[in-house]
């Protein structure tokens, strides 16, 4: 065991190293664009300079000067393709605003035009010599531009359900004996995953395969068959490794489509790799919020009013909207609560999901106003998160699965050294540096989503798993080993998995934190099922339970009490009574409580996710508390985080190892969060300016030097059969928080405004 | 990118032949048609993304045998322009006699670039103005003389406060100039008439009315060596940033200091993060000579370092930035240990 690979504690699997660990390492792992290509054209995308406003014309001449061109694709001669549905509104797109269908400019970086050529060179070359005559129209980039329209997020976007209250917030507000009212704003920021969009397709008899890196490629598949309107089963998806993604690759963006129908009418394989700066507009983002809390309390902290009330940035065309505030509401005990959310619209390109989506903004707000609140009444911040902890939300009060927030905050504060923090401000220096300690809680729905998958055992105790999930750097090749390990009776190395191709069992986008919980009870359902013909094989008289009425699960194959548990099998044995030498499997999962159509709708590359707060009778989230320390130099104020600690809770651990990596990079994506990543806006233009890694702030390693990750045993029977809380966005919730509450204990400065740069430090 | 020619240099007078073969009497050096490539870490940048396009690369590496020397004779130092960042960073007499330059460079970009990188391309490196490294930008006067500056009521935040001029107000990007700057470092230049030498001080040129010419340097000119005359173990460079290593400065301070028993015979400060070109505060150093340095001369330089700044409307905080910043590197250099 190693600080990497820590020991597993209760509940937890073995921290066995990563399935492609050492293909990643050494190069051998084949990304998208790595994909070797028969004679391929290469793409290079053209985009607007402009946000709004229409095109009047390209100039060519110069650009089909360049040796090697082939031809150069816009608007004028585009093939028109099907009408796009946004994701979050029942569709497959992250975006309706649909580029090469007309002279319409619609947001800043719109595709404009895609160059094609012989060589990548030869494509960008000509790309660069491409003219381009604009009418542009003065655009609105964001909340403070004239232009904005603003509307409630209820019935705008089908993704956002209701604005949560409950009780008279009003009058108990106006009662209430310790009065909390501030306003927060968090920046656009962007994924930047290291892996650039690219997509490659094929044309192959009337078949298509696409090689681009998705977080889903059944969602990809059936959105890119139904843009072109041919049938989604002449579409394969391949991309076995996702160089990070972080939400960008889970809808389908615009691009794939057009290079799709390019090929197609070239007759020739087609690459396209965007560039950094075109990946800021052809896919998606994480819009700017605004948000007003209200916060009123008794003397002794318990919370008796609380109001969030979020505004969020999206495109003309589209109503996208995180709406934060369903968890916001429910995570303490109130019993008088109020929440709205709007949409405020503005020239832009329409946002997505990006890590911990409503989370990451919604908990700034909320996580920010407790400390204030603790200050006020003079009590230590965890002490009033304890007041108002919660089995039961408030909203509806359904009970939690399992809860471990304040356990968590306690592991933390004892391996932070909390206690010997002063509750007083700017009190602690060492030499040129003031010293602040922060926390704030953390929390991540529990969900889950249809998935299937084969499993084949062979006589020799070799396995192959099969399954259509996504390696986006989450360990997901790991832990689907793990699991079929464990239920097969193999060693971890005897599994081979294979994921990332669409024409594998559908499995839910990596997204929601819903894989390993998703893609691991499928895989599991399955390796009973192989496990039941070897038993029935032995034990021929045994009966069959009905797993419809004894466990979530619905519609499952059923399997013996023998094939469920973890009765060892003589598996030659088995094989030799079955007088087969392999058994394969395929098999269909879903959660308790989804829908009918679930089955249909997976196939058909649509989420059916369940849980978090959406659950009937109960609500599922992981927890978790996080500890900052920060220093401020009084001479630059410069601000340097030392210390981050995160203790969490998230149900079965799968794998220490992945799990542990998963929450550090959530650690220093938090506080990078908070203190480096934004997108500048040019408010005149309304164009992104700092598009590029090196003017969009990401922390290197010498910005955190010590990231600590304590994992706390935690077992949930009420989730899903694998017993697995998703880990993936809990780590970098509520670190921005912690980030200025730390802040304000250095310096006595309450920060309410993200990103905190050294000129937002007063003296 | 646009398509060109790679040659390569075998001697200087090679060089400079080829650099001079395009030269054009209005071209500036930034926009000749055939440029030198040393290290690359700016070049190609620039050419991906089609601000510079030059029709020709010379590659000047194969000089390095003679112009990459890290010469100390004992009191005085040369450096060669090809000598390599991380080199001249880690050389154990620079950083003894020399420490603001040592700090200058081991403080910039990243290893990976420090090894790359050369001291001539380094003091040479562009502007890091969004606006100038994007052409979908057609504003830029440092492009496309007369066609205005985005950045001017743009976002400019990381922009400069002294030098600027109503055409451009793009800050110098570098470090180690500041340090050259503060050591009244010269600078030998090769072209094809011969070598000469001036202060380096006298090699940018501000915007003015004329953004797009950066220095003085004509084409078919080349850097060649940097020359300091005596020892300057009293000196550092302070560097303040968004981020704790791989940025570049908000505001930094090159300062070197002649203290004889408590009294301050000479004081150098020259900024950067602030400037348009690398930027000397003589102003603020007459203040110093022959005085004690305490808390109240330190800021009082500070003010008079910045009584030339003119902020914008993202970038104000710089000025006061930049006087702590001279105050405390100040401070810092009066009080440092020296190494025997």
């Given at each position: 065991?190693?600080?990497?690979?820590?020991?597993?504690?209760?509940?937890?699997?073995?921290?066995?190293?990563?399935?492609?660990?050492?293909?990643?390492?050494?190069?051998?792992?084949?990304?998208?664009?790595?994909?070797?290509l028969?004679?391929?054209?290469?793409?290079?995308?053209?985009?607007?300079?402009?946000?709004?406003?229409?095109?009047?014309?390209?100039?060519?001449?110069?650009?089909?000067?360049?040796?090697?061109?082939?031809d150069?694709?816009?608007?004028?001669?585009?093939?028109?393709?099907?009408?796009?549905?946004?994701?979050?509104?029942?569709?497959?797109?992250?975006?309706?605003?649909?580029?090469?269908?007309?002279?319409?400019i619609?947001?800043?970086?719109?595709?404009?035009?895609?160059?094609?050529?012989?060589?990548?060179?030869?494509?960008?070359?000509?790309?660069?010599?491409?003219?381009?005559?604009?009418?542009?129209?003065?655009?609105?980039?964001?909340?403070?531009?004239?232009?904005?329209?603003?509307?409630?997020?209820?019935?705008?976007l089908?993704?956002?359900?209701?604005?949560?209250k409950?009780?008279d917030?009003?009058?108990?507000?106006?009662r209430?004996?310790?009065?909390?009212?501030?306003?927060?704003?968090?920046?656009?920021?962007h994924h930047?995953?290291?892996?650039?969009?690219?997509?490659?397709?094929?044309?192959?008899?009337?078949?298509?395969?696409i090689?681009?890196?998705?977080?889903?490629?059944?969602?990809?598949?059936?959105?890119?068959?139904?843009?072109?309107?041919?049938?989604?089963?002449?579409?394969?998806?391949?991309?076995?490794?996702?160089?990070?993604?972080?939400?960008?690759k889970?809808?389908?963006?615009?691009?794939?489509?057009?290079?799709?129908?390019?090929?197609?009418?070239?007759?020739?394989?087609?690459?396209?790799?965007?560039?950094?700066?075109?990946?800021?507009?052809?896919?998606?983002?994480?819009?700017?919020?605004?948000?007003?809390?209200?916060?009123?309390?008794s003397?002794?902290?318990?919370?008796?009013?609380?109001?969030?009330?979020?505004?969020?940035?999206?495109?003309r065309?589209?109503?996208?909207a995180?709406?934060?505030?369903?968890i916001?509401?429910?995570?303490?005990?109130?019993?008088?609560?109020?929440?709205?959310?709007?949409?405020?619209?503005?020239?832009?390109?329409?946002?997505g999901?990006?890590?911990?989506?409503?989370?990451?903004?919604?908990?700034?707000?909320?996580?920010?106003?407790?400390?204030?609140?603790?200050?006020?009444?003079?009590?230590?911040?965890?002490?009033l998160?304890?007041?108002?902890?919660?089995?039961?939300?408030?909203?509806?009060n359904?009970?939690?699965?399992?809860?471990?927030?304040?356990?968590?905050?306690?592991?933390?504060?004892?391996?932070?050294?909390?206690?010997?923090?002063?509750?007083?401000?700017?009190?602690?220096?060492?030499?040129?540096?003031?010293?602040?300690?922060?926390?704030?809680?953390?929390?991540?729905?529990?969900?889950?989503?249809?998935?299937?998958?084969?499993?084949?055992?062979?006589?020799?105790?070799?396995?192959?798993?099969?399954?259509?999930?996504?390696?986006?750097?989450?360990?997901?090749?790991?832990v689907?080993?793990?699991?079929?390990?464990?239920?097969?009776?193999?060693?971890?190395?005897?599994?081979?998995?294979?994921?990332?191709?669409?024409?594998?069992?559908?499995?839910?986008?990596?997204?929601g934190?819903?894989?390993?919980?998703?893609?691991?009870?499928?895989?599991?359902?399955?390796?009973?099922?192989?496990?039941?013909?070897?038993?029935?094989?032995?034990?021929?008289?045994?009966?069959?339970?009905?797993k419809?009425?004894?466990?979530?699960?619905m519609?499952?194959?059923?399997?013996?009490?023998?094939?469920?548990?973890?009765?060892?099998?003589?598996?030659?044995?088995?094989?030799?009574?079955?007088?087969?030498?392999?058994?394969?499997?395929?098999?269909?999962?879903?959660p308790?409580?989804?829908?009918?159509?679930?089955?249909?709708?997976?196939?058909?590359?649509?989420?059916?996710?369940?849980?978090?707060?959406?659950?009937?009778?109960?609500?599922?989230y992981?927890?978790?508390?996080?500890?900052?320390?920060?220093?401020?130099?009084?001479?630059?104020?410069?601000?340097?985080?030392?210390?981050?600690?995160?203790?969490?809770?998230?149900?079965?651990?799968?794998?220490?190892?992945?799990?542990?990596?998963?929450?550090?990079?959530g650690?220093?994506?938090g506080?990078?969060?908070?203190?480096?990543?934004?997108?500048?806006i040019?408010?005149?233009?309304?164009?992104?300016?700092?598009?590029?890694?090196?003017?969009?702030?990401?922390?290197?390693?010498?910005?955190?030097?010590?990231?600590?990750?304590?994992?706390?045993?935690?077992?949930?029977?009420?989730i899903?059969?694998?017993?697995?809380?998703?880990?993936?966005?809990?780590?970098?919730?509520?670190?921005n928080?912690?980030?200025?509450?730390?802040?304000?204990?250095?310096?006595?400065?309450?920060?309410?405004?993200?990103?905190?740069?050294?000129?937002?430090?007063?003296? | 990118?646009?398509?060109?020619?790679?040659?390569?240099?075998?001697?200087?007078?090679?060089?400079?032949?080829?650099?001079?073969?395009?030269?054009?009497?209005?071209?500036?050096?930034?926009?000749?048609?055939?440029?030198?490539?040393?290290?690359?870490?700016?070049?190609?940048?620039?050419?991906?993304?089609?601000?510079?396009r030059?029709?020709?690369?010379?590659?000047?590496?194969?000089?390095?045998?003679?112009?990459?020397?890290?010469?100390?004779?004992?009191?005085?130092?040369?450096?060669?322009?090809?000598?390599?960042?991380?080199?001249?960073?880690?050389?154990?007499?620079?950083?003894?006699h020399?420490?603001?330059?040592?700090?200058?460079?081991?403080?910039?970009?990243?290893?990976?670039?420090?090894?790359?990188?050369?001291?001539?391309?380094?003091?040479l490196?562009?502007?890091?103005c969004?606006?100038?490294?994007?052409?979908?930008?057609?504003?830029?006067?440092?492009?496309?003389?007369?066609?205005?500056?985005?950045?001017?009521?743009?976002?400019?935040?990381?922009?400069?406060?002294?030098?600027?001029s109503?055409?451009?107000?793009?800050?110098?990007?570098?470090?180690?100039?500041?340090?050259?700057?503060?050591?009244?470092?010269?600078?030998?230049?090769?072209?094809?008439?011969?070598?000469?030498?001036?202060?380096f001080?006298?090699?940018?040129?501000?915007?003015?009315?004329?953004?797009?010419?950066?220095?003085?340097?004509?084409?078919?000119?080349?850097?060649?060596?940097?020359?300091?005359?005596?020892?300057?173990?009293?000196?550092?460079?302070?560097?303040?940033?968004?981020?704790?290593?791989?940025?570049?400065?908000?505001?930094?301070?090159?300062?070197?200091?002649?203290?004889?028993?408590?009294?301050?015979?000479?004081?150098?400060?020259?900024?950067?993060?602030?400037?348009?070109?690398?930027?000397?505060?003589?102003?603020?150093?007459?203040?110093?000579?022959?005085?004690?340095?305490?808390?109240?001369?330190?800021?009082?330089?500070?003010?008079?370092?910045?009584?030339?700044?003119?902020?914008?409307?993202?970038?104000?905080?710089?000025?006061?930035?930049?006087?702590?910043?001279?105050?405390?590197?100040?401070?810092?250099?009066?009080?440092?240990?020296?190494?025997?």
């Amino acid at each position: 065991m190693t600080i990497a690979a820590p020991q597993p504690k209760a509940n937890m699997g073995q921290p066995v190293p990563r399935y492609d660990a050492v293909p990643k390492v050494t190069g051998q792992a084949q990304y998208a664009a790595d994909m070797p290509l028969a004679n391929p054209a290469y793409a290079y995308l053209v985009t607007s300079a402009i946000a709004k406003g229409r095109i009047d014309g390209f100039d060519l001449s110069d650009a089909r000067k360049v040796r090697g061109l082939i031809d150069i694709v816009t608007h004028e001669n585009a093939e028109k393709l099907k009408e796009p549905k946004l994701f979050g509104n029942g569709g497959y797109m992250s975006t309706t605003i649909q580029p090469l269908a007309s002279a319409e400019i619609a947001q800043d970086g719109q595709i404009i035009a895609v160059v094609l050529a012989d060589t990548f060179e030869a494509a960008r070359e000509a790309a660069h010599r491409v003219k381009v005559s604009y009418t542009a129209a003065t655009p609105t980039a964001s909340f403070d531009s004239p232009g904005t329209t603003s509307a409630r997020a209820k019935g705008q976007l089908s993704q956002f359900k209701e604005d949560p209250k409950v009780g008279d917030f009003a009058d108990a507000f106006a009662r209430a004996d310790v009065k909390l009212v501030a306003s927060y704003e968090t920046p656009t920021q962007h994924h930047n995953p290291m892996e650039l969009f690219a997509t490659s397709c094929v044309w192959s008899g009337g078949q298509l395969t696409i090689y681009e890196p998705s977080q889903y490629v059944h969602g990809l598949k059936n959105g890119v068959a139904e843009q072109l309107g041919i049938d989604a089963d002449k579409v394969r998806v391949i991309n076995p490794y996702v160089g990070g993604a972080f939400g960008s690759k889970g809808s389908v963006t615009p691009r794939t489509a057009i290079i799709a129908a390019i090929a197609r009418k070239l007759n020739r394989p087609v690459k396209l790799v965007a560039t950094r700066d075109q990946g800021f507009t052809i896919a998606t983002y994480r819009a700017e919020t605004r948000h007003v809390i209200q916060i009123g309390a008794s003397h002794d902290g318990r919370l008796v009013a609380l109001r969030h009330e979020g505004a969020e940035i999206s495109s003309r065309a589209d109503p996208y909207a995180v709406g934060g505030t369903k968890i916001t509401t429910r995570l303490y005990a109130c019993l008088n609560v109020d929440s709205m959310v709007s949409i405020v619209r503005a020239d832009r390109n329409t946002p997505g999901f990006m890590r911990s989506p409503p989370e990451v903004p919604y908990l700034f707000a909320l996580e920010s106003a407790m400390d204030e609140l603790a200050f006020k009444l003079d009590m230590d911040p965890i002490e009033l998160r304890r007041v108002n902890d919660t089995m039961n939300e408030p909203i509806g009060n359904k009970p939690y699965t399992s809860r471990s927030l304040m356990a968590c905050f306690d592991e933390g504060a004892r391996a932070f050294g909390w206690s010997k923090r002063s509750m007083r401000p700017r009190t602690v220096t060492d030499g040129d540096w003031l010293v602040g300690h922060g926390c704030a809680a953390t929390c991540y729905p529990t969900q889950m989503a249809p998935a299937a998958a084969r499993v084949r055992l062979q006589r020799d105790g070799r396995a192959r798993v099969e399954i259509a999930g996504h390696e986006i750097g989450n360990g997901a090749y790991t832990v689907i080993a793990q699991a079929a390990a464990d239920r097969l009776g193999i060693p971890y190395e005897k599994v081979t998995v294979a994921i990332g191709d669409s024409d594998l069992p559908p499995a839910p986008v990596a997204g929601g934190s819903n894989s390993t919980a998703s893609t691991c009870s499928a895989v599991e359902m399955v390796c009973g099922q192989v496990r039941q013909r070897l038993f029935k094989a032995l034990m021929p008289n045994e009966g069959l339970v009905d797993k419809t009425k004894e466990t979530v699960g619905m519609g499952q194959t059923p399997v013996t009490q023998a094939a469920q548990s973890g009765q060892p099998l003589d598996r030659e044995k088995a094989f030799d009574a079955l007088g087969i030498s392999i058994v394969e499997e395929y098999g269909e999962w879903k959660p308790e409580g989804a829908p009918l159509d679930s089955f249909r709708a997976m196939h058909d590359g649509k989420m059916r996710m369940v849980g978090g707060s959406e659950m009937k009778d109960r609500i599922a989230y992981a927890f978790g508390a996080e500890f900052v320390e920060v220093r401020i130099n009084r001479w630059t104020h410069e601000i340097r985080v030392p210390r981050l600690v995160g203790a969490f809770a998230c149900g079965r651990i799968m794998n220490p190892r992945t799990a542990r990596s998963q929450l550090m990079g959530g650690l220093i994506w938090g506080m990078s969060s908070a203190l480096l990543e934004a997108t500048e806006i040019d408010e005149r233009t309304a164009r992104y300016v700092n598009d590029n890694l090196a003017d969009y702030l990401l922390p290197v390693n010498a910005d955190a030097p010590g990231v600590e990750v304590i994992l706390l045993p935690e077992q949930d029977d009420r989730i899903d059969p694998a017993g697995v809380k998703g880990l993936g966005e809990l780590g970098n919730v509520g670190t921005n928080a912690a980030v200025c509450n730390a802040i304000f204990n250095a310096t006595g400065q309450r920060i309410r405004k993200l990103p905190v740069r050294l000129e937002n430090i007063e003296a | 990118m646009r398509a060109f020619i790679f040659q390569r240099a075998t001697d200087p007078s090679a060089a400079v032949q080829a650099l001079a073969a395009a030269a054009s009497a209005n071209s500036p050096l930034t926009e000749a048609a055939v440029q030198p490539l040393a290290g690359g870490t700016t070049l190609l940048d620039l050419m991906k993304l089609d601000v510079m396009r030059p029709a020709t690369l010379v590659d000047i590496n194969p000089l390095a045998g003679n112009w990459s020397t890290i010469d100390f004779d004992g009191g005085n130092l040369k450096l060669g322009a090809l000598a390599r960042m991380s080199d001249v960073a880690a050389h154990p007499q620079v950083r003894q006699h020399y420490p603001v330059i040592a700090d200058s460079l081991r403080l910039a970009a990243s290893p990976q670039l420090r090894n790359m990188a050369t001291l001539g391309g380094n003091v040479l490196q562009r502007t890091r103005c969004s606006y100038f490294r994007d052409v979908s930008y057609s504003a830029c006067n440092k492009r496309h003389p007369g066609s205005g500056c985005a950045a001017m009521e743009g976002f400019n935040r990381t922009h400069a406060v002294l030098g600027t001029s109503d055409q451009c107000i793009a800050t110098y990007p570098g470090d180690f100039a500041q340090a050259l700057m503060a050591l009244d470092a010269t600078v030998e230049i090769t072209a094809k008439s011969g070598v000469r030498t001036m202060p380096f001080a006298e090699l940018h040129k501000a915007p003015g009315r004329s953004p797009e010419i950066e220095t003085v340097l004509a084409p078919g000119e080349l850097v060649s060596a940097f020359t300091i005359a005596g020892r300057w173990p009293r000196s550092l460079y302070l560097k303040a940033r968004d981020r704790q290593s791989y940025e570049f400065a908000l505001a930094s301070a090159a300062v070197a200091l002649d203290v004889q028993d408590g009294v301050v015979r000479d004081g150098r400060i020259a900024l950067g993060g602030v400037a348009t070109v690398p930027w000397r505060v003589r102003e603020a150093e007459v203040m110093l000579k022959d005085q004690r340095l305490d808390e109240a001369l330190a800021a009082r330089a500070a003010d008079a370092a910045f009584s030339a700044a003119v902020p914008r409307r993202n970038n104000a905080f710089k000025i006061d930035l930049g006087k702590r910043v001279v105050a405390r590197a100040l401070q810092q250099a009066a009080t440092m240990e020296i190494r025997a």
